[in-house]
């Protein structure tokens, strides 16, 4: 049963964190092989791969909240069986999962993708106006296209904080029982592999109170960088636009910081050439 097994494995950021980073208190994390197939994806190109990068993390989530699915604990019979116990702190892992790869998304897609490119191509857009007195229609279909993809993150955005409130709603009344206790809330028996040896050991890791506790403040901290990330893409994208339609108000196209229309480029050569011609009267 592939549930039994430990299957976390060292990446070269997490080493890299480890050996530099970590004293100037960046943590190191583990990743899985889930993880590192939507973060290949998106790596490529990819928004989604499949289920894993949205729908499948929500789903166990649901799944560990609804059922209480704990942590797997070595029984009399030598078994591995989940139990109940542990099983905020288990939701709180996997959305910590879930919102590591999709910072990652709303940061390379929201605002170095999305975000930036709209703000390159509207100027873009505005300085052919004005030169051309005409609209580049097909830089409008891109960015009505970037507007849509835009759209679309904004949507996901929504489903994490969904997600969020759900799982918060779940582990608060835990957290704020048993964050403060050392005393073991959890244990999590698992099958460790081992290429160098025939044989799988077994191993333990006991969880306590304030485990939970960190998990969860950990938790609302990347909730709140994925609200802080959102926030500024939407404020880019947002002035981008407005500065979009500001120029198109005005009858050459061409505005200052203040939004306010500049003359006539010709109008004002005309004026100075006759202001000059009468001054050498």
């Known amino acids: 049963m592939p549930e ?16 530099v980073f970590e004293v100037w208190g960046f943590p190191a994390y583990r990743c899985t092989y889930r993880e590192s197939v939507a973060n290949l994806a998106l790596a490529s190109g990819l928004r989604y791969t499949g289920s894993m990068s949205l729908s499948y993390p929500q789903q166990r989530i649901h799944e560990i909240i609804e059922l209480k699915e704990g942590y797997n604990v070595k029984t009399g019979k030598g078994d591995l069986e989940p139990l109940s ?12 999962k879930l919102a590591r790869r999709h910072e990652s998304q709303i940061f390379f897609i929201m605002v170095c993708k999305l975000a930036l490119q709209m703000n390159l191509q509207i100027p873009y857009i505005i300085i052919f106006h004005i030169k051309h007195k005409s609209m580049n229609w097909i830089g409008l279909v891109s960015i009505t296209s970037l507007l849509f993809t835009f759209t679309l993150e904004l949507l996901d955005v929504k489903r994490m904080m969904v997600i969020f409130l759900h799982v918060r709603r779940a582990v608060k009344e835990t957290v704020s029982k048993f964050g403060g206790s050392s005393k073991a809330l959890a244990l999590d028996d698992f099958i460790i592999v081992d290429e160098h040896e025939d044989e799988n050991n077994e191993g333990r890791i006991i969880h306590s109170g304030k485990d939970l506790k960190a998990e969860y403040y950990m938790a609302v901290r990347y909730f709140l960088k994925l609200i802080v990330i959102t926030i500024f893409s939407a404020w880019l994208v947002g002035h981008a636009l407005l500065k979009f339609f500001c120029a198109l108000r005005c009858e050459n196209g061409a505005l200052d910081f203040l939004s306010h229309c500049l003359p006539d480029p010709k109008m004002s050569l005309a004026e100075n050439e006759t202001a000059s011609s009468l001054f050498s009267l």
């Open 85 to 96: 116990f542990g099983w905020e702190l288990r939701a709180l892992k996997e959305f910590l």
């Open 4 to 19: 039994l097994f430990f299957y976390d494995f060292s990446t070269c950021c997490s080493k890299l964190r480890e050996s």
